[in-house]
């Protein structure tokens, strides 16, 4: 099974594409240096979303990015995707595995450090934790702040990805945190140049990495 590759992730979201074309966001997106994409939409009919990830599939395998699809297993599976998200309204973690198999990797949403002590059993490979600061992207999400993040990412040995109102601005202390991944939606897709915001978002995180490396310091 592929190792999920998700340093930078982008989720995709209905409201920002209600005028812009996918295909050309996404590959703007790559060429900022995003390492995963999750297709995550709403609203849109079961046929549109294959035919859609067929293109995004071709696109992500071109340029070696993870192509992630939320909540429909159907989907992934379809169009052979290389991992698949989760959350507790979703089919279980467990029943997902039996589906994919090792042929994909499973991502799994958690709002809360409690939360993650109940979870050590399931077959999953990542863990969505957040919403670290206040966000727009998603109505009555949980606030965890960053000492939720700092305590979550020492319950479980599992790669933790931060989400929620993550800019570049905020990256380092996120990562300093320990998060091993940032996903993000509005920092990327909420502004006209997608590129240069992506590439705004790769610099903080490669930043942060210089820095570690030049004083010695080491995540929280």
């Given at each position: 099974m592929k190792?999920?590759?998700?340093?930078?992730?982008?989720?995709?979201?209905?409201?920002?594409?209600?005028?812009?074309?996918?295909?050309?966001?996404?590959?703007?997106?790559?060429?900022?240096?995003?390492?995963?994409?999750?297709?995550?939409?709403?609203?849109?009919?079961?046929?549109?979303?294959?035919?859609?990830?067929?293109?995004?599939?071709?696109?992500?395998?071109?340029?070696?990015?993870?192509?992630?699809?939320?909540?429909?297993?159907?989907?992934a599976l379809a169009v052979g995707a290389d991992g698949v998200h989760v959350g507790g309204e979703d089919l279980?973690?467990?029943?997902?595995?039996?589906?994919?198999?090792?042929?994909m990797y499973i991502g799994y949403s958690v709002n809360s450090v409690d939360k993650l002590r109940e979870i050590e059993h399931l077959p999953i490979d990542y863990i969505g934790f957040g919403s670290v600061y206040e966000t727009t992207t998603k109505s009555n999400c949980k606030?965890?702040?960053?000492?939720?993040?700092?305590?979550?990412?020492?319950?479980?040995?599992?790669?933790?990805?931060?989400?929620?109102?993550?800019?570049?601005?905020?990256?380092?202390?996120?990562?300093?945190a320990g998060a091993k991944g940032v996903a993000v939606v509005s920092a990327i897709l909420g502004f006209e140049d997608v590129e240069k915001a992506t590439r705004s978002m790769v610099e903080a995180m490669k930043g942060y990495y210089r820095k570690v490396m030049h004083e010695g310091a080491t995540p929280s």
């Open positions: 190792r999920p590759n998700l340093t930078l992730y982008l989720v995709t979201d209905d409201r920002y594409f209600q005028d812009r074309d996918l295909p050309s966001t996404v590959e703007a997106a790559i060429r900022g240096g995003i390492t995963a994409l999750q297709y995550r939409f709403k609203n849109k009919p079961t046929r549109q979303m294959y035919e859609e990830l067929l293109v995004l599939r071709e696109l992500t395998a071109r340029h070696g990015v993870d192509l992630v699809v939320n909540d429909r297993v159907d989907l279980p973690p467990d029943v997902v595995r039996k589906l994919v198999g090792n042929s606030l965890v702040g960053l000492e939720g993040l700092r305590q979550a990412t020492k319950l479980t040995s599992l790669p933790i990805v931060a989400i929620g109102g993550i800019t570049h601005y905020r990256v380092a202390e996120v990562l300093q």
